[in-house]
């Protein structure tokens, strides 16, 4: 004869739209999935969705201070991101805070690390500091800081360019600027080479004095040959 099935209590709350409530001082809801003994190769959770614009797993903490979600790994890489259609793997917003915050407690290793294997950049600033109607902000593409007394921004390169910087929207714009307010804004040191080279097919080198910004002298080439001409405007 044939047997009813009948729902129980576990399935029931499992089912699609379930909801699971409740109030306790440990974890909610623990999932293994194997054990240090009996390894297994599977994942522990696995969350799947064919709607646009949604998410597999949507995580949010409303706590003071809590997390959306928190992964730890003890061997590896605790949170991995891949993308295979042409986005980025991550993408992280925020609205008065920092889109990401990366720290690192080791001496030899980086908070961020950027590593192109395709001949692209390693790590990449955007910023439109002045693309804004209400005014601007004067944001930078890339800002680096130190605040022990260190380099702000170090660039090295095997065999091309260290640190190289360009500007090609505006006259007068600068490719790289140097200031200081006690020290030199602008320094040169070369154990072998030359301290600094400079290549314009204007005046190669303009010095300007402070606070009146008037041209003291400059450097140019403009004939063409190898001849330096001195010019003062003074």
């Known amino acids: 004869p044939r047997v009813e099935l009948k729902p129980v209590p576990y399935a029931l709350s499992l089912s699609p739209g379930a909801v699971m ?5 440990t974890t909610y809801l623990t999932v293994w999935n194997g054990n240090p003994v009996m390894n297994s190769s599977g994942d522990a959770i696995a ?7 949604r998410s597999g797993v949507y ?10 979600v928190y992964a730890l790994s003890t061997s590896g890489n605790a949170v991995y991101a891949g993308s295979f259609a042409g986005s980025s793997a991550i993408h992280a917003e925020a609205n008065s805070g920092h889109g990401v915050l990366a720290e690192s ?29 209400e005014g601007c902000n004067d944001g930078k593409g890339v800002w680096g800081e130190n605040i022990g007394g260190g380099t ?33 804004g602008v320094s040169g040191v070369s154990t072998s080479g030359v ?16 606070p009146s910004h008037d041209r003291e002298f400059y450097v140019s080439n403009s004939g063409g040959g190898n001849v330096i001409v001195l010019n003062s405007d003074g």
């Not at 080279?197 to 010095?207: D, K, L, R």
Request: proline share 2%; glycine share 28%; net charge negative.
């Open 21 to 25: 409530t409740g109030s306790v001082s």
């Open 105 to 133: 407690r080791s001496a030899s290793s980086a908070g961020v690390l950027g590593t192109n294997t395709g001949q692209g950049d390693g790590v990449k600033g955007v910023s439109n500091g002045c693309g804004f109607p």
């Open 152 to 184: 702000g921004v170090y660039g090295k390169s095997n065999g091309g360019v260290g640190v190289q910087g360009l500007s090609d929207d505006s006259p007068g714009a600068i490719g790289v600027a140097g200031f200081s307010n006690t020290g030199s």
């Open 195 to 210: 301290g600094v080279t400079a290549e314009s097919y204007g005046n190669i080198i303009e010095a300007y004095s402070a």
């Open 59 to 68: 995580a949010e903490g409303k706590g003071q201070n809590g997390f959306g």
């Open 47 to 53: 969350g799947i969705t064919w709607g646009d614009n």
